[in-house]
C-alpha cells in the first residue's frame, strides 16, 4: 500500500495518522514518513489496517485508548 493510500484509508475509517501510531504502537513520525508521497506502508500497518477496518465502535475505542 502506497503512503497516499494509507493515509486516505486511515481517513475514509476516520482516524489521524497520530491515532494509528498509538494503535500500531510506533512513533507518530514514523507513520508520518509512511504517508507521505513516496513512502511505502509496511505489510505489519496494512494488517493493522484491515483490522481497524472490521472493528465496530473504533472511533469510541480510539478515544477512550487516547485519554
Known sequence: MTGP????????LGISRYQ???VARVD???VYKWTKPG???P???VAI???LRQVKG?????????A
Open 43 to 45: 505489510g505489519y500497518a
Open 20 to 22: 494509528f501510531a498509538i
Open 49 to 51: 489496517y484491515e483490522l
Open 58 to 66: 473504533l472511533r469510541k475505542l480510539l478515544r477512550e485508548r487516547a
Open 5 to 12: 493510500e494509507l493515509r486516505a484509508a486511515l481517513a475514509g
Open 39 to 41: 513512502g511505502v506502508a
Open 28 to 30: 507518530p513520525s514514523t
